[in-house]
């Protein structure tokens, strides 16, 4: 008897040892004192908060927090993580926020300075509790920012909007921002700001693996905004990651066994194989379109630009592809762009980039910005198949100017363009395969 519920109490120890542990930190920062205030982050942080702890989330909630009380909790958070490397973090801030130097910044509800230059010593480094996070060596952080609300400070009128990319950006992370960087997230008119809105709605889905909730989310706050306001999505985690409950498997129902049937015809009838469905190959692994926000470029009112992501079977295997449709007007040329540092970065250390294209026969280009001491477009045109697939390939070593020699440490931006100057009209082309070698 007693070895028995030494067993069971063993049993009992392992499962909260080796359970899944969540612990989020939820900031709700609206009532500020000496800038604009904001109607909804308490809001926003509560009802995260509510349905964060209905998910088995441990959650430390803070509304209207100074800055101290913002690092405090940042720390408490990053203790509690590294006690399981089994453990996920999530970290939701609402309320003002504004990039300084290449860095961003939350803004602590008493802030009150007047010049830029006090900013790194009164506000809170996102890059500190991100370095903060990946102390912690734990499974998964989520770093969710609703924050990107317009600039609060006078002083500050001639330095970009919202928030910029994520440049260190831990390992094992997801970190969201509720609109892409340079722009500016709407406050909401209801109860909740416009993202976490149409966040709450899929956060609640019971079921849904962490990429396709946000992938749900930008897309509807996208659509809820007519495209000006499209959340971004920087993602270094490789994974399958449920923040709730996982998906229940449906049980396979035996088969009854049937009395084979004598067959009537005598003839021999040839038998026609099926045509075999592949698993996805190595090659099509190295995708990364459903994890980049891009951004589409209309040009003009009479040119248009849009794009899609899905799975799709190409020279017999599954492959992500991303299709671009633009229409061309005179005075236009749409193009789809992005400066996600999910693939910034990796062309930073890269040689080349190559890509698999499949199209209509029409002529595009495949712009590198970059930044040193003014913006520089490197360029390759290439022209599309008639239903066939073509491979481009761009080593780094060949994009040149004249007198100027390509750096890809200044990479800042990609583009995918229709060739305007060799036709108008309607073009579509399937993107895949795309690699940084």
């Known amino acids: 008897m007693k070895k028995a519920f030494l067993f ?23 009532a500020y004192s000496n800038i604009v205030r904001l109607n909804n982050p308490v809001n926003d942080a509560r009802d995260i908060a509510s349905v964060l702890q209905g998910m088995g989330f441990i959650v430390d909630r803070l509304e209207n927090a100074t800055q101290e009380q913002i690092e405090s909790a940042a720390i408490r958070l990053k203790n509690n993580l590294s006690s399981s490397r089994n453990s996920y973090g999530f970290l939701f801030y609402a309320g003002h926020a504004v990039q300084s130097g290449g860095e961003n910044y939350l803004l602590p509800v008493d802030i009150n300075i007047q010049s830029e230059s006090f900013l790194r010593s009164r506000a809170v480094s996102v890059q500190a ?14 770093v969710v920012l609703d924050a990107c609300r317009d600039n609060p400070f006078s002083w500050n009128r001639s330095a970009s909007r919202g928030l910029t990319i994520v440049n ?37 889905t019971p079921g849904l693996e962490v990429t396709e909730l946000f992938r749900r989310t930008m897309g509807d706050v996208s659509r ?13 985690f490789s994974g399958l990651a449920y923040l709730g409950t996982q998906p229940e498997e449906t049980p396979v129902q035996p088969v009854a066994t049937v ?14 194989p099926a045509e075999p469905i592949r698993a996805p190959s190595p090659e099509a692994s190295r995708n990364i379109f459903a994890g980049v926000t891009w951004a589409p470029n209309q040009e003009s009112g009479s040119s248009t630009a849009r794009y899609t992501v899905n799975t799709e079977y190409i020279e017999g295997q599954l492959r992500e592809v991303m299709t671009i449709d633009v229409n061309v007007a005179r005075n236009g040329a749409p193009h789809i762009s992005t ?5 910034i970065q990796r062309m930073r250390a890269g040689s080349g980039v190559r890509f ?38 761009i080593p780094f070593s060949r994009l040149r100017q004249p007198r100027v020699q390509f750096n890809r440490n200044q990479i800042e931006w990609i583009v995918f363009e229709r060739n305007h100057e060799q036709g108008i009209g309607a073009a579509s082309i399937k993107i895949f395969d795309f690699e940084i070698y």
């Open 8 to 30: 069971l109490l063993i049993l009992l120890i392992g499962s909260v040892l080796f359970a899944q542990q969540k612990y989020a930190l939820v900031i709700g920062n609206g």
């Open 129 to 142: 509790i991100l370095d903060e996070l990946n102390a912690a060596g734990n499974e998964l952080n989520v």
């Open 168 to 204: 260190h950006q831990p390992a094992d992370s997801i970190i969201v921002f509720a609109t892409s960087a340079g722009s500016v997230a709407s406050d909401g008119t209801g109860r909740n700001g416009l993202f976490t809105s149409h966040f709450l709605t899929h956060l609640r």
């Open 224 to 236: 809820a905004s007519n495209n000006q306001q499209r959340p971004a999505v920087y993602n270094q």
């Open 259 to 272: 009395p084979p049937v004598q067959p009537v015809v005598t003839a021999s009838i040839p038998e026609i």
């Open 339 to 343: 400066n996600s540092s999910q693939i």
């Open 356 to 393: 698999k294209v499949l199209g209509d026969g029409k002529s595009w280009q495949f712009f590198i910005a970059t930044r040193d001491t003014e913006w520089r477009n490197w360029r390759t045109t290439f022209t599309t198949g008639y239903g066939r697939v073509v491979q481009v390939d």
